[in-house]
């Protein structure tokens, strides 16, 4: 299974998500005490889309870095596969890398 980490958007700070967990909206940084549930923060922020929100049901929201009461916030998450025995593999990158060996 792959353990679930997040990141501020303000000072790159990881945070682990426990699974079925959500970002509440008052949630801060325990670091920089910048606002968790964010634009900034979601996975349909995009800068180079309208409205910055790739999810075209979502009401626009001026201060992409402050909380707000968006009901399709999701955390912008990362997933980090681990073997067993706990080592983070590389396995598959090693198999690719090595088809271009000369």
């Not at 910048?34 to 201060?63: G, M, Y």
């Amino acid at each position: 299974m792959g353990d679930v980490s997040f990141s501020c958007f303000n000072c790159g700070q990881p945070m682990q998500l426990l699974t079925g967990s959500k970002i509440l909206k008052n949630d801060t940084c325990s670091k920089c005490d910048a606002d968790l549930h964010c634009c900034k923060n979601c996975r349909f922020f995009d800068s180079a889309v309208n409205n910055q929100c790739r999810e075209t049901q979502a009401e626009w929201v001026a201060l992409k870095d402050r909380r707000n009461y968006c009901d399709y916030f999701e955390a912008s998450t990362h997933i980090t596969l681990v073997k067993k025995s706990g080592a983070p593999t590389d396995d598959a990158k090693k198999k690719w890398d090595s088809l271009f060996k000369k």
